[in-house]
Every structure is written in C-alpha cells, then in structure tokens.
C-alpha cells in the first residue's frame, strides 16, 4: 500500500473487535512510526502502553467514573478554545448530527450525546490504547509534534490492518492511566489512541466523515 492509499484508507474506527495484539506487533508499529520530525529533533514523546487485562482496568475504571458524573480532569488544560470560530462549530456539530443520525440514534434526544461519549470512554472496545505523554515544562509546540507522530502511527497501524481512534477523552482521567501503566508526575497524559482489529460487522466503521474540498482549503498565489 502506498502513502496516498494509506492515507485515503485510514479513518476513525469506532468499534475494534476483541482480538487482542501482541506485543511485538505495536513496538514495530512504533519503531516505524518514531521517525516522524521533532522541533530540533528533540523528540519529546514518551510513551505508554495499555494492553490487555490493562486495558480492560481503565475501561471498567473510566465507564465507573463517567456514570458516576465525576468531572474530567486532563493534564492538558483547556484541550479545545473557549469558543470555536464558526465555520468550525459548524464542521464539528455536523460531524455529530451525521454520526448519530447514521447510527440511529435520536439527535434531539437527550441520551444522544452520552451515548456517544460512553463509546468514547469505553475505547470503542480497542484491545489496546497508545498514551502519548511529554514533559510538563514544554509548551504547545511540542504537542505539535506529538500529533505528528500520532499520525505516523495511525498510518502505520493501517499497514498491518489494524484500526485507530485517536481521542482527547481517551486522557480525561490521566490519574487513572498514569496509576495504571506507573507514568511518572513530571509527564503530562496527553492524548490516547486506541488500536486494534476493525469490527467490520458495526455500522459506525463503514461511516466517513465529510473532508473540506481542497480549494476551500489551500490558496496559492503564483
């Protein structure tokens, strides 16, 4: 598969089936993927790896604090603005009414949102989540280059067909996963990515959300 392929394959899967990866296969995963560019090669992602039984502990941990209301609490403060600008509003309350609606759920309904975010705190069922973790003394630019090489293991994972979800709730309760998988104090709890096999019997996976076309996006001056 080449790079435009994998790119244009690559989606967020919502449910993952319950067979689960072995280790050797997300170290390669990684080993491939810690290529992606750092500000002055400084490399400041450290990384953590729930698989399993570990897994399934901050599952049942994060669905018992969601039903139990207890507020979130990220190392990164404030992960989204206090207000988006419009058009991204727009984007992003599109993307909800679109999911739901192509699952059924009732968009107007009360539930619709939690049942959403039960999914989300639930891993979507991945067999495994990749913590991302960096320095608490850095600043944004280096969560710049922990998205690069989220994405390089999304890209990664798709050679080895296997499905991601990368998610900001998945790092909603860092105090959980940083007793879970013994991340140290001085580490920040950044963003997880779920990963594992595609359930391709769930409607959710075969579900694509809209791409802004190009020449919305891009303006080049000659």
Same mark, same amino acid.
């Given at each position: ?42 490399? &400041? +992602?450290?990384? %953590?790896?729930?698989?399993?039984? *570990? ?5 049942? #941990?994060?669905?018992?604090? /969601? ?72 600043? &944004? +630019?280096?969560? %710049?280059?922990?998205?690069?090489? *989220? ?5 990664? #994972?798709?050679?080895?067909? /296997? ?60």
């Amino acid at each position: 598969m080449n790079i435009i392929e994998t790119m244009k394959s690559r989606f967020t899967c919502r449910a993952f089936t319950s067979e689960p990866i072995d280790n050797e296969t997300i170290l390669s995963i990684i080993e491939a993927a810690r290529r992606a560019p750092s500000w002055g090669n400084t490399q &400041p +992602w450290e990384i %953590f790896v729930a698989n399993g039984k *570990s897994t399934d502990r901050l599952r049942k #941990a994060y669905s018992e604090r /969601l039903s139990k209301g207890v507020p979130l609490k990220p190392d990164i403060t404030r992960p989204g603005p206090k207000d988006w600008p419009p058009a991204l509003k727009e984007r992003s309350e599109k993307l909800m009414h679109d999911l739901a609606e192509f699952l059924g759920l009732d968009r107007n309904g009360q539930n619709v949102m939690r049942d959403l975010m039960v999914r989300n705190f639930r891993f979507f069922d991945a067999p495994s989540v990749i913590f991302l973790c960096m320095d608490r003394s850095l600043t &944004p +630019w280096s969560l %710049f280059d922990l998205g690069a090489i *989220s994405q390089s293991i999304m890209l990664v #994972a798709c050679e080895y067909g /296997l499905g991601t979800a990368v998610a900001v709730q998945f790092a909603s309760y860092p105090d959980l996963v940083r007793q879970e998988l013994g991340i140290p104090e001085n580490l920040s709890v950044c963003i997880g990515i779920a990963i594992g096999k595609i359930d391709t019997t769930r409607p959710q996976n075969t579900f694509r959300a809209t791409r802004r076309a190009v020449d919305e996006v891009v303006r080049i001056k000659d």
